[in-house]
């Protein structure tokens, strides 16, 4: 029940694309969803949150879709750059992310000019 | 300071060995987080503080791992008689922890531990 299910494991866009990252969560206790960016050799680093009362979160060129019904949140790149390829994570937790999260495993996205 | 540190940055053992490793929240954040990421996989918890007190370590592994933060501040992660198991990035976090409103994490950019 702790799982947290991402997809793809890889993704390639061309510049300018949308990329969509999913995931799927089974705990009903979560109601913190972040997503993470990651550079190699680097932490994780925040790019976006969002909790269960709302169904979509848009900040800069990152939204965040949350279907509490599905147990599903997606990510969607606008306008993608070749900076933004990265692997991204996304993860899920509860008491509002003020205790342990649970992280997907990851997709490597590689943004082609 | 300005973000979360780790040291070493990169530490080889060899099996048997015993390592610390040391991680500086940002100041003033009450929570702190270790997760260990294996290669190519997302960051797996492994124990959290909340100011000194230790709220939950569930994730840690065996009883060779053991984590401590006498004065709420920086932390040490230590790893007695090291493993091949336990090469990974151990990668520390902290929070503001206010409440309902969550700030999400900190991440420092851990340490690489490679176990020979």
């Known amino acids: 029940q702790q799982q947290v299910k991402q997809s793809p494991q890889s993704l390639i866009v061309q510049k300018g694309g949308i990329p969509i990252i999913n995931c799927a969560y089974e705990n009903t206790a979560f109601d913190y969803f972040p997503w993470y960016q990651q550079f190699p050799g680097k932490g994780p680093a925040l790019l976006i949150a969002?909790?269960?009362?709302?169904s979509e979160k848009k900040e800069g060129r990152f939204t965040i879709s949350f279907n509490k019904s599905a147990k599903q949140f997606s990510l969607h790149i606008m306008d993608s750059q070749p900076g933004d390829s990265a692997t991204y994570f996304c993860?899920?937790?509860?008491?509002?992310?003020?205790?342990?999260?649970?992280f997907g495993t990851g997709t490597r996205l590689t943004i082609i000019p | 300071g300005a973000g979360v540190s780790q040291s070493p940055r990169y530490k080889v053992a060899k099996r048997g060995q015993d390592v610390a490793l040391r991680c500086d929240p940002i100041s003033g954040h009450v929570s702190l987080f270790w997760y260990q990421q294996a290669l190519g996989q997302g960051p797996e918890f492994l124990t959290y503080?909340?100011?000194?007190?230790?709220?939950?370590k569930s994730g840690l592994p065996s009883d060779r791992f053991f984590a401590e933060r006498p004065e709420g501040s920086v932390s040490t992660l230590k790893i007695q008689r090291t493993q091949q198991e336990d090469s990974a990035v151990y990668l520390c976090?902290?929070?503001?922890?206010?409440?309902?409103?969550?700030?999400?994490?900190?991440f420092g950019s851990g340490t690489r531990l490679t176990v020979v």
């Open positions: 503080f909340q100011n000194e007190a230790q709220l939950d």
């Open positions: 976090a902290s929070s503001p922890r206010t409440g309902r409103k969550g700030y999400g994490y900190t």
């Open positions: 969002i909790r269960p009362d709302v």
């Open positions: 993860a899920a937790g509860p008491n509002f992310g003020n205790e342990k999260l649970t």
